[in-house]
Nanobody, 120 residues
Framework: QVQLLESGGGLVQAGGSLRLSCAAS????????MGWFRQAPGKEREFVAV????????YYADSVKGRFTISRDNAKNAVYLQMNSLKPEDTAVYYC?????????????WGQGTQVTVSS
C-alpha cells in the first residue's frame, strides 16, 4: 500500500502562484511514477502532469504547459507541483496519484485531494 497526502492548496488571485506537495508513505516511493490530476466542479477529472520515478521524464497537459512544474524528492518521499500564472480556470481539487507505470490506464493509488481556488 502507498498512502498519499496532498497539501498546499488555498485561495489565490489570478496571476499568483501556489506550490502543492504530496507526501508518500508505505512502499518504496522510488518505484512509482507520480502524477497530478484535477477535478473542477461539474467536470471530469483531468490529467495535469506526471513525473517518472527518477524525475528524468515529465509530461504536462497542454493547458498547464509553461506555467506548472512537477518535481520530486525521492529522499523525502515527496512530489511537488509548482503552479505559476494561475488562472480562474485552474480552480479545482488537485489530486496526486502513484503507479508503477508512467501512463497507466488507471493509477493505483490516490490522495484525498487539496482545493485550489483562483479568484479573478
Amino acid at each position: 500500500q502507498v498512502q498519499l497526502l496532498e497539501s498546499g492548496g488555498g485561495l489565490v488571485q489570478a496571476g499568483g502562484s501556489l506550490r502543492l506537495s504530496c507526501a508518500a508513505s508505505g512502499r518504496t516511493f522510488i518505484s512509482y511514477a507520480m502524477g497530478w490530476f484535477r477535478q473542477a466542479p461539474g467536470k471530469e477529472r483531468e490529467f495535469v502532469a506526471v513525473i517518472s520515478w527518477s524525475g528524468g521524464s515529465t509530461y504536462y497537459a497542454d493547458s498547464v504547459k509553461g506555467r506548472f512544474t512537477i518535481s520530486r524528492d525521492n529522499a523525502k518521499n515527496a512530489v511537488y507541483l509548482q503552479m505559476n500564472s494561475l488562472k480562474p480556470e485552474d480552480t479545482a481539487v488537485y489530486y496526486c496519484a502513484a503507479d508503477t507505470s508512467l501512463f497507466p490506464r488507471e493509477y493505483e493509488y490516490w490522495g484525498q485531494g487539496t482545493q485550489v481556488t483562483v479568484s479573478s
